[in-house]
């Protein structure tokens, strides 16, 4: 970037930065939503409340499918070549 482009450009300055922020921020939030190990957890932890008792079959099924459809989803994201 010459002298010129910098002096004229340097208005926008603050907007690049803004966006520059904005997009860390997203690549954040998309890498810990897309991270496989907390429905991992909350699979152990399901199958432990089925054990102890505190939920029945039904709910257990409801939520085991509502968690392994949430890790294909995370499997397909990753999968998926970036642009």
């Known amino acids: ?9 340097f208005p926008l ?5 803004t966006l520059w922020a904005a997009e860390q921020v ?5 890498a810990e939503y897309y991270d496989p190990a907390p429905v991992r957890q909350a699979l152990v932890e399901l199958e432990r409340a089925l054990l102890d008792g505190r939920i ?16 294909d ?11």
């Open 56 to 71: 029945d079959e039904d709910e257990y099924d409801r939520r085991e499918d509502e968690l392994l459809d949430r890790l």
């Open 13 to 17: 300055a603050p907007l690049r930065t």
């Open 26 to 30: 997203l690549n954040a939030a998309e």
């Open 73 to 83: 989803e995370i499997t397909t994201r990753r999968r998926a070549p970036r642009p």
């Open 1 to 9: 970037m010459g002298l010129l482009t910098g002096i004229l450009t």
